[in-house]
């Protein structure tokens, strides 16, 4: 049985990194059992998904997992449509309650709220919907796992 060097684990990591999140600048490091990721990641959903990958696929007792998430463009991050003529940040009522003091009382209308959520973590387009991506990565884990174990 071949034993696999610090080189062969962080040359495979990077690789399933690249294809299967499409993260290709991550530097991986390993020191003993403790696998050190950094670069950068489209989304917080690809970051926390490069840390699940890599304990997976190297059985790190631990990930240090350092990779920036990529902020949008003003462009990705406002829907088509959405508060064309500006932040919803911009609103006037939105603007008063976030002069009130730390924990006042919040009331958002659905709209309100919806915008805040798009404007704040984007719509990325590039994404699959929650309930594909969850089985998209479960598929992923399945196949790593049987390569790791058999």
Same mark, same amino acid.
């Given at each position: 049985m071949r034993t696999r060097t610090s080189s062969d684990i962080e040359t495979r990591v990077q690789q399933v990194l690249n294809d299967v999140l499409d993260i290709s600048d991550a530097r991986i490091s390993v020191a003993g059992r403790v696998i050190d990721l950094e670069g950068t990641a489209p989304s917080f959903r690809h970051k926390r998904a490069a840390g699940e990958i890599a304990?997976?696929?190297?059985?790190?007792?631990?990930?240090?997992?350092?990779?920036?998430?990529?902020?949008? #463009?003003?462009? $990705? /991050?406002?829907?088509?449509?959405?508060?064309?003529? @500006?932040?919803?940040? !911009?609103? &006037?009522?939105?603007?008063?309650?976030?002069?009130?003091?730390?924990?006042?009382?919040?009331?958002? #209308?659905?709209? $309100? /709220?919806?915008?805040?959520?798009?404007?704040?973590? @984007?719509?990325?387009? !590039?994404? &699959?919907?929650?309930?594909?991506?969850?089985?998209?990565?479960?598929?992923v884990w399945a196949g790593l796992l049987k390569k790791r174990n058999g």
């Amino acid at each position: 049985m071949r034993t696999r060097t610090s080189s062969d684990i962080e040359t495979r990591v990077q690789q399933v990194l690249n294809d299967v999140l499409d993260i290709s600048d991550a530097r991986i490091s390993v020191a003993g059992r403790v696998i050190d990721l950094e670069g950068t990641a489209p989304s917080f959903r690809h970051k926390r998904a490069a840390g699940e990958i890599a304990c997976i696929l190297t059985g790190a007792t631990r990930v240090v997992n350092r990779l920036r998430v990529k902020r949008p #463009t003003r462009r $990705e /991050a406002t829907p088509k449509g959405a508060h064309s003529k @500006g932040s919803i940040w !911009d609103e &006037p009522r939105i603007k008063a309650m976030l002069e009130e003091p730390l924990g006042a009382p919040v009331s958002l #209308t659905d709209e $309100e /709220a919806d915008a805040i959520a798009k404007e704040a973590f @984007g719509k990325r387009p !590039d994404l &699959p919907p929650g309930e594909e991506y969850v089985r998209q990565v479960r598929n992923v884990w399945a196949g790593l796992l049987k390569k790791r174990n058999g």
